[in-house]
């Protein structure tokens, strides 16, 4: 489109203007996504990183985790009808060091399975987090509900649970720390799993939103990036729209010259196009290197797998904005326009 293209040109400090905002309000948008992503890690990192299959919890439990509590015999026989399926139970706790210093973990026990490491009693397994706050293998661990000690044995990496470091320790331990014998949840992996009318039933992004916090968060920050992708289809929609009105006698002299509607749509669309294309590129290689460059400790996590998806929603919402803002091209009379355009 040579008259888009020319008229970018001709008019540069505008584009350059619209292409700028394009650019902050994307780049902010890929940064908020990123904390989210950061920050759903953090809270949950422990329940993403299992397979697709499906939870169950206690009827009584209102889809409350940690209200959960399944019974003993139910359990047997669960795991021996699925042999793949897990029981484990996760609370927040502590742990001593050898200095007395107090260290916020959340506890993770589980029947026997591949899906959690296996721990020895007395021995425990920390998420890698801690080994920034001075913690080895070898050292030797203490809980004050705990009547023996803990020989951390070793480390797993991204191990979260609501913004803890987990802490792996055998059932047996766990049961004298809380003093319950009941397990909080089972899961059973695959995509075809059972129903089972005692227990209710949750698929892994149900199950999340049983955590406390979990859903409140994401959801907060999720409002403000689609906020962010509405706020840059409104400014297309104004930005175009008050281009438009400037050059209604242009458009006037262009259908008198026989340009058809459509042509003129293809002009503002090729235009939107070369501005996001440009605005988003740039915003993306700045958030992929905001990612390196971020603080220590903040839990930042941008994916391809995320911008892409917002990329194209970005480009969606700006070719509305734009073609909202071109309906008024349609009822321009092109001697009407002519005589405005002088005026």
């Known amino acids: 489109?040579?008259?888009?293209?020319?008229?970018?040109?001709?008019?540069?400090?505008?584009?350059?203007?619209?292409?700028s905002i394009i650019f902050l309000v994307s780049l902010l948008t890929f940064i908020i996504s990123g904390l989210?992503?950061?920050?759903s890690q953090d809270n949950a990192a422990l329940?993403?990183?299992?397979?697709?299959?499906?939870?169950?919890l206690n009827k009584d439990a209102n889809q409350t985790y940690n209200l959960s509590k399944i019974d003993e015999g139910m359990q047997k026989q669960i795991l021996i009808d699925y042999p793949n399926a897990t029981a484990f139970s996760v609370q927040m706790g502590f742990v001593n060091d050898?200095?007395?210093k107090q260290h916020s973990i959340a506890f993770v026990t589980s029947t026997e399975s591949q899906l959690f490491p296996t721990v020895?009693?007395?021995?425990?397994?920390?998420?890698?987090?801690?080994?920034?706050?001075?913690?080895?293998?070898?050292?030797?661990?203490?809980?004050?509900?705990?009547?023996?000690?803990?020989?951390?044995?070793?480390?797993v990496d991204q191990q979260k649970y609501?913004?803890?470091?987990?802490?792996?320790?055998?059932?047996?331990n766990y049961q004298e720390i809380?003093?319950?014998?009941?397990?909080?949840?089972?899961?059973?992996?695959?995509?075809?799993?059972?129903t089972l009318s005692a227990l209710d039933s949750f698929s892994n992004k149900e199950f999340l939103n049983a955590i406390p916090s979990y859903s409140a968060e994401q959801m907060s920050l999720n409002m403000i990036v689609w906020f962010l992708v509405i706020i840059s289809g409104m400014l297309f929609a104004i930005f175009f729209y008050m281009m438009n009105v400037q050059k209604i006698g242009l458009y006037g002299i262009?259908?008198?010259?026989?340009?058809?509607?459509?042509?003129?749509?293809?002009?503002?669309?090729?235009?939107?196009?070369?501005?996001?294309?440009?605005?988003?590129?740039?915003?993306?290689?700045?958030?992929?290197?905001?990612?390196f460059v971020a603080p220590e400790g903040m839990p930042f996590h941008l994916t391809m797998e995320t911008v892409l998806p917002l990329s194209a929603v970005f480009i969606i919402v700006g070719f509305i904005g734009a073609t909202i803002s071109g309906f008024q091209i349609k009822k321009i009379e092109p001697l009407q326009a002519i005589q405005q355009g002088e005026m």
């Open 254 to 291: 262009l259908k008198a010259i026989g340009m058809k509607t459509m042509s003129l749509f293809k002009m503002i669309w090729y235009q939107m196009m070369i501005i996001t294309l440009i605005s988003l590129a740039l915003s993306i290689a700045l958030s992929q290197v905001f990612s």
């Open 178 to 194: 809380y003093r319950v014998m009941e397990m909080q949840a089972i899961f059973i992996p695959g995509k075809e799993t059972p």
């Open 47 to 56: 329940i993403k990183d299992l397979p697709t299959g499906e939870f169950y």
């Open 120 to 155: 020895k009693e007395g021995e425990i397994i920390l998420d890698s987090s801690l080994k920034e706050e001075g913690l080895e293998v070898g050292d030797v661990l203490t809980n004050n509900q705990f009547s023996g000690e803990f020989v951390v044995t070793g480390f």
């Open 36 to 39: 989210a992503n950061g920050l």
């Open 1 to 19: 489109m040579k008259i888009a293209w020319k008229e970018m040109k001709k008019s540069k400090a505008k584009f350059l203007i619209l292409g």
């Open 162 to 172: 609501s913004h803890a470091p987990v802490a792996f320790i055998n059932m047996t």
């Open 98 to 100: 050898a200095e007395d």
